[in-house]
């Protein structure tokens, strides 16, 4: 079993940033690979951003070029440091963990963090 903890939300103005964090605890090995998954109000859930074990990354188009996420295997955490936010970016974000591949899809991933909330305003 892994736990995960996502820390790192709040509420920032339209052109900020924010740095997102997972911790992971529990059977943590560096093989897993993480993402990151939002969601809005009345929204289905949608992939962010993922990392492999070896430390390659994938993004969604909408948020290309803006975020950019990263690991850290010793303290196995997982960052996603948003730049240039939009309101558009409001919602919660959820880390995620899977033994498999990296992949986009929920149901790729095993465990889940309980999310943090992220709100941009205008």
């Known amino acids: 079993q892994v736990q995960l903890v996502d820390s790192g939300g709040g509420l920032v103005q339209a052109g900020g940033s924010l740095r997102l964090s997972c911790a992971a605890s529990?059977?943590?090995?560096?093989?897993?690979?993480m993402g990151w998954f939002r969601q809005a109000p009345g929204k289905e859930r949608e992939f962010v951003a993922a990392?492999?074990?070896?430390?390659?990354?994938f993004y969604a188009d909408s948020v290309k070029g803006r975020f950019t996420i990263s690991r850290d295997n010793v303290k196995n955490t997982v960052y996603l440091q948003m730049n240039s936010l939009k309101p558009e970016d409001t919602a919660v974000y959820v880390c995620?963990?899977?033994?498999?591949?990296?992949?986009?899809?929920?149901?790729?991933?095993?465990?889940w963090g309980q999310g943090t909330q992220v709100t941009v305003s205008s």
């Open positions: 990392i492999g074990w070896g430390g390659s990354a």
């Open positions: 529990g059977r943590t090995s560096s093989a897993y690979a």
């Open positions: 995620a963990a899977t033994g498999g591949l990296v992949g986009g899809s929920p149901h790729e991933y095993d465990y």
